[in-house]
Structures are given as structure tokens and as C-alpha cells.
């Protein structure tokens, strides 16, 4: 009986579906990686990415360009900065997330309005919430770009609100433009509460939005003491319109658990941390 031959082909190699997954997700992961490593430290530079990720200067230039796009980041010189977590949220969303610790703050700033002061209110949902934490039997003058302030305190018989008219930003619910900012060139206020976007100490304050620049330069000129109310998450990031150096602000009122307020008391900065139950 002749023997059957048996033909023995090659056998095909199996594709290695883990390392396809690895080579799928490999810019994915490392760009996670990058937000963490910026979580950690506040600050990362193009230089220490290629050499920790052991890849070129134009995928981490690359890498850095997307996550910019995508609003996670602020690309500088050299590098990439933090971005506040609530950065491009409108006006009505911010206000919907006010939480026991914005309140906490919101109140211990308006501990220090004194009554017959001129005072000047930024916009923002922050100085919204310092403006409903006033007692309503308080006497003010208070001059602001932001209608939703000037509701808040329609009902305080002793405080007279003059309006900075101009265009008004759906954003972020304020006036801005000449009109707006030359009202508020013409007022000498005892004290501003300012809005931020984002505060560091070497960029400075930075707002999200070119049109409230002007608008937000004129307040910081018009108040001989100026207070800036934020929470943790906007200290150390930036935004990418330039305001001025953190030394504008004499008072800072923010969260007990900030680990790095020293960087803006060494800027002349009086810090104070509120607790919050």
C-alpha cells in the first residue's frame, strides 16, 4: 500500500493582537500620561517629555498641539501649563456647580465690605455669589460689568448699582468695550473683587476671553485694594489672554488645602484659607 503524502505548508503567523493594541493606543496613553505628569507638577517642558517617553520632539510637540486643541492644556514656551477645570463652562453652568466651599469663600470676602464704601464686581460666578452673601441692610455703591450682579443686588434698598453698559458677552454674561471700560476709568472704588480664570504666579492673571482684558485692566486701576476669590483648581493655571502680574492683588481668598500659596505670598500677596466643614 503506497504511503499518503502529507503536505505540511507553512503555518501563518499569528498577528500579535497585543501589540497591535500597545500600537493603537500607545499616543493615546502617553497623552494621558502628559496630563498626569502636569496634575503632578504643575508644569511640563517639551525637553523632559521626549526624553521620559523616549520619542521626538515633534510627536511631543504634536502630542501637546492636540491636547491644547482639546482645551486640557495652555502651550508656552518650552512646554504646557495647567488649565482651570471649568475653563469654557457659559456663565449658567458655572453658577449650577457652586458648591458648600465657593460659598465658604464667597462669604468671608464679603466679610470685608464695609458699609459707605464704593465698591467695584467683576463678573464671574464667584463674585456673583460675594455679592448675594451681603446683608441686605448694607450701604454701598457698586459699579459692575455684570447685569447679573446688578439683579442680585436690586433688592438692597442702601446699595445704589450703576451698570457699566457695552456689549455684552453670552459667555460669560458681561459688558465689555470703550463705554464699559471708560465708566469704569472714571470711578475711584475702595475695593474690587475680582474675577479669575486663572491665577499663576510668573503668568500672571489670564482670562479665557481677549474682549474682558481692557475691561478687567480698568477695574484692577480704578480699586485701591484689590481681592481675588478662587477656588484650588484656578491657581497655577493659565488662560490665554494675559490680564496682569499677580502682584495687582493685595488679598487672596482661597481653599485650606492649597499646598502652594508661599509662591504668591512671596509675591506680596496676603493670603487667606478658609476651612470648609
Known amino acids: 500500500m503506497g504511503r499518503r503524502l502529507i503536505s505540511h505548508k507553512p503555518a501563518k503567523k499569528r498577528k500579535n493582537m497585543h501589540t497591535t493594541h ?3 493606543d500607545l499616543p493615546s496613553l502617553r497623552k494621558q500620561k502628559i496630563l498626569l505628569l502636569l496634575e503632578r507638577d504643575g508644569k511640563v517642558t517639551a525637553a523632559d517629555l521626549v526624553e521620559h517617553f523616549a520619542v521626538s520632539q515633534d510627536t511631543i510637540r504634536r502630542d501637546l498641539g492636540e491636547l491644547a486643541a482639546a482645551g486640557l492644556l495652555q502651550r508656552v514656551h518650552g512646554g504646557a501649563l495647567p488649565r482651570p477645570k471649568d475653563t469654557g463652562k457659559d456663565f449658567f453652568t458655572r453658577v449650577g456647580e457652586t458648591n458648600d466651599a465657593k460659598r465658604h469663600l464667597a462669604h468671608r470676602a464679603a466679610n470685608l465690605v464695609e458699609d459707605g464704601q464704593i465698591v467695584l464686581f467683576d463678573s ?3 463674585t456673583l455669589q460675594i455679592a448675594q452673601s451681603l446683608p441686605r441692610s448694607i450701604r454701598l455703591t457698586v459699579v459692575t460689568p455684570s447685569p447679573m450682579i446688578a439683579i442680585a443686588l436690586a433688592d438692597h434698598p ?4 450703576i451698570l457699566a453698559g457695552g456689549q455684552l458677552n453670552p459667555a460669560t454674561l458681561s459688558t465689555t468695550g470703550q463705554d464699559a471700560v471708560r465708566l469704569i476709568q472714571s470711578v475711584k472704588a475702595d475695593l474690587l473683587f475680582t474675577g479669575v480664570c486663572a491665577l499663576h504666579p510668573q503668568v500672571g492673571i ?3 476671553h481677549f474682549d ?5 485692566q ?3 486701576d480704578s480699586a485701591s485694594h484689590v481681592v481675588a476669590v478662587t477656588m484650588a483648581d484656578k ?3 493659565v488662560e490665554p489672554f494675559v490680564v ?5 492683588i493685595h488679598t487672596l481668598i482661597t481653599e485650606w488645602h492649597v499646598p502652594s500659596v508661599e509662591a504668591y505670598q512671596r509675591l506680596g500677596l496676603e493670603v487667606l484659607q478658609v476651612e470648609v466643614e
Open 158 to 161: 442702601e446699595v445704589k448699582v
Open 212 to 216: 474682558e482684558v481692557a475691561v478687567k
Open 206 to 208: 489670564s482670562s479665557l
Open 218 to 220: 480698568a477695574l484692577l
Open 124 to 126: 464671574g460666578s464667584t
Open 22 to 24: 500597545q500600537a493603537i
Open 244 to 248: 496682569g502680574p499677580c502682584e495687582r
Open 235 to 237: 491657581l497655577g493655571a
